[in-house]
């Protein structure tokens, strides 16, 4: 008598593989498991200003600076479903600041970006890099979904003239499964990052020690998603 075989369980198996099957839609299809994606900021839709206002007793007759940077990048790591704990990294050329002060000749245009950049200023030279890098959005209210929009702080690091501080930058922002849409303004200290605000004649020529740093980004997605750690 030839001895006995067992057949193989085909409905455990079967049972298996639907679970599986399950498992993996829900993991492509469930908001709270999708990966965030990378989305790149696009800088022809993108505004990124340093205003550096004017004080003294000659105030009145001087102008306030406008700066723009002509190099500079940013990235965002951000899941729609969960945009709290989101990943900013900003980078700016800090010899890449051009003031856009409508009011200046060309000339004066050139000696304020020469001061900005140099030794007593930012001394890009030394230190050619701006960067800010967050981890953290604090929302001010409820946000979730594919489309949708929030209010809330970016809560980051701010590394200027060699030193870093925490920045806290209130936004607003809006996207769709396509875009990303961010605006906001921060105010930071020169004197905290080292740096002396500029000023002559006894104080009578002279910037604020106050700065504001102005944004409006639009950002599109990258194909794919990646895992965050």
Known sequence: MPPETRRPPTRRRAARAL????LAVLAVWSPGLAAPRIWRVDHSQSRLV????????LSPALHDHH?????WSATVTF?????EPVEVSVTVAADSLRDRQPELSPDDIRTVEAQA?????????RYPVIAFTAVRLELSGPASGAAGSARGVLAGVLELHG???QVRAPLR???TAASLDAEGEVSVKQSDFGIEPYRALLGAIAVQD?????????ATAESGATERP
Request: charged share 35%; no cysteine; proline share 9%.
């Open 19 to 22: 679970v599986t099957a399950g």
């Open 117 to 125: 950049r140099g030794p007593k200023g930012l001394d890009a030279e």
């Open 50 to 57: 340093v205003h550096v206002f004017r004080k003294g007793l």
């Open 173 to 175: 922002a809006r996207w």
């Open 210 to 218: 106050r700065v504001s740093v102005e944004f409006a980004v639009r």
């Open 163 to 165: 030193r870093t501080r």
């Open 67 to 71: 700066f723009v940077p002509e190099r």
């Open 79 to 83: 899941d729609p479903a969960r945009p």
